[in-house]
């Protein structure tokens, strides 16, 4: 039976990763139990797993523009420790990216193979651990980014905004930034049928919902997949909403790699929108 190692699992991915694995043989650390920073660390709580999944990052975008140091040590640094565990551990890595690790300045879906060029901190800490791994591990590591996450176990934009709905008569949301809103249930699985993928070749591979739409846009879905009035959702720009850090405006990626891996991409956005919001947390919010 494969032995799981879920790194991270205290975070909203982590968690569901963590519940899909729970009938096996899966340890699961929270960042209490697992300083990805600490090498020995790390070199223990790997040693004896066949699987590691890698949701341990430092996510907070804006504070990484004043501590990028601090940031690449956990996204970086830290992910090379793991890297490196791994590889002296015989052990498959599967580590969670980002989108910011791209520039957003394009009009077509992003390519695994696009080239990675961060246009903020954060991103440029998240490059260093994708090139950590690609370089311990060619034939045993897969980065598998992801964007726009939202789930029942952490902060997130759908909650936030169905949140604001039980006592803001409206609310604005910016239009002009794109990307795949996607559920981290929906990612948990993929996760896994990955790590059980022996076969599945190495590398980079883009793991958000199909379609697309905008921060405005999936406001108004929430509302309105709730039973809420979605005109309560107005748009706006994202200079009405200054952030420390650039954002990316274009956060599409596309999913050629999948097939490769013979695994499905992951549903439309909307979709599992839907399925989410019959989630009991989530409901909470609207009644």
């Known amino acids: 039976m494969t032995r799981w190692l879920v790194t991270g699992a205290g975070g909203m991915l982590g968690h569901d990763v963590h519940t899909l694995l729970a009938d096996g043989q899966v340890t699961a650390l929270d960042r209490a139990?697992?300083?990805?920073?600490?090498?020995?660390?790390?070199?223990?709580?790997?040693?004896?797993?066949?699987?590691?999944?890698?949701?341990?990052?430092?996510?907070?975008?804006?504070?990484?523009?004043?501590?990028?140091?601090?940031?690449?040590?956990?996204?970086?640094?830290?992910?090379?420790?793991?890297?490196?565990?791994?590889?002296?551990?015989?052990?498959?890595?599967?580590?969670?990216?980002?989108?910011?690790?791209?520039?957003?300045?394009?009009?077509?879906?992003?390519?695994?193979?696009?080239?990675?060029?961060?246009?903020?901190?954060?991103?440029?800490?998240?490059?260093?651990?994708?090139?950590?791994?690609?370089?311990?591990?060619?034939?045993?590591?897969?980065?598998?980014?992801?964007?726009?996450?939202?789930g029942e176990h952490g902060r997130n934009f759908v909650a936030t905004m169905l949140g604001l709905a039980s006592h803001r008569s409206s609310v604005e949301v910016v239009d002009d930034q794109h990307g795949q809103p996607t559920w981290t249930h929906d990612l948990a699985g993929l996760l896994v049928m990955l790590g059980r993928a022996e076969q599945a070749p190495p590398g980079v591979y883009h793991a958000t919902a199909t379609g697309h739409t905008t921060w405005y846009g999936l406001a108004r879905a929430a509302y309105e997949l709730s039973g809420l009035d979605p005109d309560r959702v107005r748009p706006?720009?994202?200079?009405?909403?200054?952030?420390?850090?650039?954002?990316?405006?274009?956060?599409?990626?596309?999913?050629?790699?999948?097939?490769?891996?013979?695994?499905?991409?992951?549903?439309?956005?909307?979709?599992?929108?839907?399925?989410?919001?019959?989630?009991?947390?989530?409901?909470?919010?609207?009644?």
Do not use: M
Not at 113 to 140: F, I
């Open 33 to 150: 139990a697992l300083d990805i920073t600490d090498p020995q660390a790390v070199r223990t709580a790997v040693a004896g797993h066949d699987v590691v999944i890698n949701c341990a990052a430092w996510t907070d975008v804006d504070g990484a523009e004043a501590a990028e140091a601090a940031a690449t040590a956990v996204n970086g640094t830290g992910v090379r420790h793991l890297a490196r565990a791994c590889r002296d551990s015989a052990a498959r890595l599967l580590h969670v990216s980002t989108d910011y690790v791209l520039p957003g300045d394009s009009t077509e879906p992003y390519p695994e193979s696009a080239p990675a060029c961060p246009v903020n901190a954060y991103g440029r800490s998240k490059l260093a651990g994708e090139r950590a791994v690609a370089e311990l591990l060619p034939d045993t590591g897969y980065i598998v980014r992801t964007a726009w996450l939202y």
């Open 236 to 287: 706006t720009t994202s200079a009405a909403f200054p952030r420390t850090a650039r954002r990316p405006a274009f956060s599409v990626l596309g999913h050629a790699r999948w097939a490769a891996a013979g695994l499905p991409e992951l549903p439309g956005w909307r979709e599992s929108l839907a399925e989410a919001l019959h989630r009991p947390s989530f409901a909470a919010l609207v009644h």
